[in-house]
């Protein structure tokens, strides 16, 4: 069993050096600490969110609701319940030679809430306008690649971080459609005893 997991982080320390090394340019290095950066993208997604409220009718005001509850449930799961039981160690603290380009985090890396966070929403918003899929999953795989070529995880981080967000995307769509159709039944019901009672 130790040499599986050897065998396996051997693979995942190979694909860390490629990604934080490959692509080294000047322009990346201005780039990625930027991109990698969550505050650099919460006006952003406020914008988004407040259009979606005020002028994306019934659609886009469930879908910023769905928001909340996704990225909430994502964001706890990853933060408070997976990172502190793993406790993995972030690459930048424990390999050499490690290009970190940004302050060092002391939060456990496994898995990563930045790529969870972005493939929720990603999930939800290509679920909800397909027309823009690839723009969606472009956004949240360049995040997720920051995270490699800033030097603060794995990439396994990311991709296990890809595998929550989207399972809780997939969770909440599911039970909010189940509560959806139960609404619209019961609905369906209330003014079909109105019908009757008017026909009485």
């Known amino acids: 069993m130790e040499t599986i997991a ?6 995942d320390r190979t694909l860390f050096y490629f990604l934080n090394h490959a692509f080294v340019n000047p322009v990346l290095d201005w780039l990625m600490p930027m ?6 993208w919460r006006i952003p997604i406020l914008l988004v969110w407040l259009s979606l409220m005020v002028f ?6 469930i879908t910023a609701l769905l ?4 990225v909430a449930l994502s964001d706890q799961l990853v933060n408070f319940v997976i990172k502190p039981w793993i406790g993995r160690v972030r690459p930048c603290f424990v390999l050499e030679n490690v290009r970190c380009l940004i302050d060092q985090p002391n939060s456990p890396s496994f898995p990563s ?5 972005m493939a929720a929403m990603a999930t939800l918003f290509s679920y909800r306008y397909r027309r823009y899929t690839a723009g969606f999953v472009f956004i949240a795989f360049l995040i997720s690649f920051s995270r490699m070529y800033v030097g ?10 890809w595998c929550v967000g989207i399972v809780c995307a997939v969770v909440i ?16 019901d209330r003014n079909e005893k109105a019908i009757r009672k008017d026909q009485d």
């Open 6 to 11: 050897s065998f396996f982080y051997s693979i």
């Open 35 to 40: 991109i990698t950066e969550e505050d650099n």
């Open 56 to 61: 994306g009718g019934k659609k886009g005001r």
């Open 67 to 70: 928001v909340l509850l996704i």
């Open 113 to 117: 809430s930045h790529a969870s966070n």
């Open 152 to 161: 603060v995880h794995y990439p396994s981080d990311m991709t296990a971080g």
């Open 173 to 188: 769509l599911f039970l909010g459609r189940k509560a959806g159709d139960r609404i619209q039944m019961r609905s369906g």
